[in-house]
């Protein structure tokens, strides 16, 4: 499989995984959503790097997440996995709202939650390089959200994923021995990109990424 099936997530994963929370061998991850896109490649990787990783999933997906290398994985239509998880040092959250706010608690004190999902904070306001009222506006969306954190003994960072050719080489390398390997639920070619975006719209998308092929 090609690793660019997969690059925009793959980075993502990294940027969490590595870049941030700097996940050790032996630290325990929950990566939330772990069939969809981003889901399936944190799994994955947080598994190359050592860790003990539980993740979320339906149903009919649970095998699927537990074939990509998570340890334990909660059926969320069955379990509520705030009530069966704790002391984790690290959660990559993709749903935010009450999914993201239950995620602190089942971090150990200080544990980090990283969110695609949930408010940015002033940190992402300022790698973009946005103005000081951006920067106050984006302070001011995530402040419930870092109190909440807070509160708990944890913390809470928004991640504005950015390009980088070196750490697509590193994961590069990990497609090509194994040890990362990109899911596709479907691809479409070029001609039917429209069709693509209403089969993701649909909500239609078992597991993976749905990828348009140029060629």
């Not at 390997?181 to 078992?206: C, H, N, S, W």
Request: charged share 25%.
């Amino acid at each position: 499989m090609n690793p660019r099936a997969a690059e925009l997530v793959a980075l993502t994963a990294w940027q969490a995984l590595v870049e941030r929370a700097k996940v050790q061998p032996g630290q325990k991850v929950l990566i939330h959503a772990g069939a969809g896109g981003l889901g399936s490649i944190a799994v994955q990787l947080a598994k190359a790097l050592g860790a003990h990783v539980a993740s979320t999933a339906s149903t009919a997906k649970v095998d699927l997440v537990k074939e990509l290398g998570a340890d334990e994985v909660i059926d969320y239509r069955t379990q509520d996995f705030s009530e069966v998880l704790e002391g984790y040092d690290f959660v990559l959250d993709s749903l935010g709202g009450e999914n993201l706010a239950k995620s602190f608690g089942i971090l150990k004190p200080g544990g980090l939650a990283i969110s695609v999902a949930g408010p940015p904070d002033a940190e992402v306001a300022r790698e973009l390089g946005l103005n000081a009222v951006m920067r106050a506006a984006t302070t001011v969306l995530s402040a419930k959200t870092r109190r909440s954190a807070k509160k708990l003994g944890v913390t809470y960072s928004f991640l504005f994923m950015k390009a980088s050719g070196d750490q697509l080489r590193e994961l590069a390398s990990l497609v090509d021995t194994g040890k990362i390997r990109p899911i596709v639920d479907r691809a479409f070619p070029f001609d039917e990109t429209l069709q693509a975006m209403e089969y993701v719209e649909k909500g239609r998308a078992k597991a993976g990424k749905v990828v348009v092929s140029m060629t």
